[in-house]
């Protein structure tokens, strides 16, 4: 949970403005180009962020489905960044030993994906390791991937997705689109 929506609600605890206590909720929809939309909040008034989180879905292409409608397109996984390191392919063949389901290799970091039970043990092994961990969480990774080459839906999709995250509850958006480093950067 991000430190601004604590102490906003010890603010609200402290001015006694009644607020109640926080729920999580997880919505799901459609956004623009049919992706799918997975939106993690943290609310005080649910019926508020919902009707907020379905104007956002409206205003930006997509619709909000109901519980089920786009999460079995994703799988709970462990989720960890670490620097990448001189001998790459070293590093990579010691992470898979350590029990790593899947990695991906960017241009200046790797991620690992690991079950969300070992998660904490692949962190320990990998700090033992002396692996620069940048971070770690669970995630929700897409089963697959929608790629998109067009540049206006690119900026569609991404200006979506940045109001998406933007609204004071949301927490963490997963989606299964696929957008060019280079198509994002212009």
Do not use: C, W
């Not at 092994?125 to 961990?133: A, V």
Request: hydrophobic content about 35%; aromatic content about 6%.
């Amino acid at each position: 949970m991000p430190k601004v929506n604590i102490e906003r609600a010890i603010q609200r605890g402290v001015k006694g403005s009644g607020g109640g206590s926080l729920e999580e909720i997880t919505y799901e929809g459609y956004g623009p180009e049919g992706m799918a939309v997975l939106v993690e909040v943290a609310t005080d008034n649910k019926q508020r962020t919902g009707q907020e989180v379905k104007n956002l879905f409206a205003k930006g292409g997509g619709s909000l489905g109901g519980p089920g409608s786009v999460s079995y397109q994703f799988e709970s996984t462990g989720s960890l960044v670490i620097s990448k390191p001189q001998d790459t392919e070293e590093a990579i063949l010691k992470i898979i030993d350590l029990g790593a389901e899947d990695v991906e290799e960017g241009d200046d970091e790797i991620e690992i994906y690991v079950k969300p039970e070992n998660l904490e043990e692949i962190k320990a092994k990998l700090q033992e390791l002396n692996f620069k961990l940048k971070s770690f969480e669970l995630a929700m990774k897409p089963r697959n991937l929608v790629k998109v080459k067009d540049q206006q839906k690119a900026a569609k999709i991404l200006n979506f997705m940045n109001k998406l995250q933007d609204h004071d509850d949301v927490q963490k958006v997963s989606a299964n689109f696929d957008i060019p480093d280079e198509m994002i950067e212009s």
